[in-house]
């Protein structure tokens, strides 16, 4: 028996007794299956083939360790979710509980899409959230997502190889010095450094850079007032701007940031990218040469100070849809699934070959217990020194990240670093006129 199964025996007792009741007026009733279990609908946004097979695995363990809950596991391809997801919405069909990335938790709480879980789950489950983690799902107290994985936007990937051939013994920790080994690297056709560099790119990978330097982001507060012309944006500025006019970096844009192929290629030294480049290098048996001499880093800090946010979290949670009328057998199903037996998150990071990271403490413990996980080379170091001191992504609309991000592209290529934030500045005041944003930020 599962935790809450006595309060969802008490649950499937009111559903029939109202079943009855009703006599045939089904407006308003929980759905049950054919052999009188709750019926609960369960969206997984598509991600990588490994990532359904555990959902599908999990999914029938669920519904074969207990009677009263059957879940309806449902694929919806990434480039559909939003149009499939609305439709559902308004026709009163939406999923009882759905993958939901971090950034949509707060905007999605605030429109009443999602159900308070502190109200269905069990306080020990929240508890055992990382502390800057839970704040991503939590507005006023109550939680609104139960966190599966997290992502580090931007790690450090480097090559040892090179290092040691250019008198390197260590990767760098501040702006200045990754910028000094850059220039030591940059020999031939090999730069020492890549980084995103077009806007649509910056606009998310920034993010931790731009809490590193700054401690905040560009829309602040309650959302009333940009603040692009804050000075501190100016080194961030200054930094993206010596990379790409010293040559030390591509100057075109062949791969996108999420896709490491620079680095994997040999084309580069040093690159930035997300902690998922750990499965893509993997992946590529034509890249044996790098993925033998590389290891990775947290991304510098502008002053060296290594706990401040260089990358933001990204990732998935699993929220309830706050019109459910099975919320409680839809909370039981997202507590088997990521909150309750750490082994099953477990096999879960081992089958992204350690490529994504745990969000809850007991998950980290029983990680550190297992021998491959333990082994790992990257694990220890994203997880400690990257998760640890990470960021959430923001919730205001991506206007504004683009916004500020087609400023650092005009400064990277050279132009006026002050013209550029001011043009940074009046476009985010046009979005929060133009969209009415002021005094609109969760939890404000």
């Known amino acids: 028996m599962h935790k809450r199964n006595s309060r969802l025996?008490?649950?499937?007792?009111?559903?029939?007794?109202?079943?009855?009741?009703?006599?045939?007026?089904?407006s308003g009733t929980a759905p049950t299956t054919a052999d009188g279990k709750q019926k609960v609908i369960f969206w997984q946004q598509k991600f990588e083939d490994y990532q359904q097979a555990w959902f599908k695995k999990n999914v029938e363990a669920f519904n074969k360790s207990q009677d009263e809950v059957e879940v309806e596991y449902v694929v919806v391809p990434a480039d559909t979710w939003d149009q499939k997801l609305k439709a559902a919405q308004?026709?009163?069909?939406?999923?009882?509980?759905?993958?939901?990335?971090?950034?949509?938790v707060k905007p999605m709480q605030a429109n009443g899409q999602l159900a308070d879980l502190t109200q269905l789950m069990d306080a020990e489950d929240f508890d055992d959230i990382k502390p800057n983690v839970k704040e991503f799902v939590t507005v006023d107290g109550g939680v609104y997502g139960y966190p599966l994985l997290v992502e580090p936007s931007t790690v450090l990937f480097y090559r040892t190889d090179l290092f040691e051939k250019a008198g390197i013994?260590?990767?760098?920790?501040?702006?200045?010095?990754?910028?000094?080994?850059?220039?030591?690297?940059?020999?031939?056709?090999?730069?020492?450094?890549?980084?995103?560099?077009?806007?649509?790119?910056?606009?998310?990978?920034?993010?931790?850079?731009?809490?590193?330097?700054?401690?905040?982001l560009p829309l602040r507060g309650d959302w009333s007032e940009?603040?692009?012309?804050?000075?501190?944006?100016?080194e961030l500025a200054e930094f993206y701007q010596t990379l790409y006019t010293e040559k030390l970096m591509p100057q075109e844009a062949t791969y996108g940031y999420a896709d490491c192929s620079f680095f994997g290629e040999g084309s580069v030294a040093m690159s930035a990218c997300g902690s998922w480049a750990l499965g893509q290098l993997a992946g590529n048996p034509d890249w044996k040469n790098v993925n033998e001499n590389?290891?990775?880093?947290?991304?510098?800090?502008?002053?060296?100070?290594?706990?401040?946010?260089?990358?933001?979290?990204?990732?998935w949670t699993l929220t309830i849809d706050s019109k459910s009328k099975v919320a409680e057998g839809a909370a039981e199903f997202v507590d088997y699934l990521v909150a309750d037996d750490p082994q099953r998150?477990?096999?879960?990071?081992?089958?992204?070959?350690?490529?994504?990271?745990a969000a809850r403490a007991s998950v980290d413990e029983a990680l550190a217990a297992d021998e491959e996980?333990?082994?790992?080379?990257?694990?220890?170091?994203?997880s400690e020194q990257i998760v640890a001191h990470a960021k959430g992504e923001p919730a205001y609309p991506w206007d504004v990240s683009l916004a500020f991000a087609t400023a650092i592209e005009k400064s990277m290529r050279g132009g006026d670093i002050d013209a550029s934030l001011k043009e940074a500045q009046d476009a985010i005041a046009g979005v929060i006129e133009k969209q009415k944003l002021a005094g609109t930020a969760p939890g404000n």
């Open 9 to 26: 025996a008490l649950t499937a007792v009111a559903v029939a007794t109202a079943s009855a009741l009703l006599a045939g007026c089904s």
């Open 90 to 104: 308004a026709a009163g069909k939406a999923p009882d509980v759905k993958t939901t990335n971090y950034g949509n």
């Open 169 to 216: 013994d260590a990767p760098p920790t501040s702006w200045d010095e990754l910028i000094e080994d850059a220039r030591k690297l940059t020999s031939g056709k090999v730069k020492g450094m890549n980084i995103a560099q077009t806007a649509p790119d910056l606009g998310w990978s920034s993010w931790g850079l731009q809490y590193n330097v700054a401690g905040d």
């Open 226 to 234: 940009a603040s692009a012309t804050d000075p501190a944006y100016k």
């Open 294 to 315: 590389f290891a990775v880093a947290p991304f510098p800090s502008y002053d060296g100070d290594p706990t401040r946010p260089t990358a933001t979290l990204g990732g």
């Open 345 to 357: 998150m477990v096999e879960f990071f081992a089958a992204s070959g350690f490529s994504k990271y």
């Open 373 to 382: 996980a333990s082994s790992n080379p990257y694990m220890k170091i994203i």
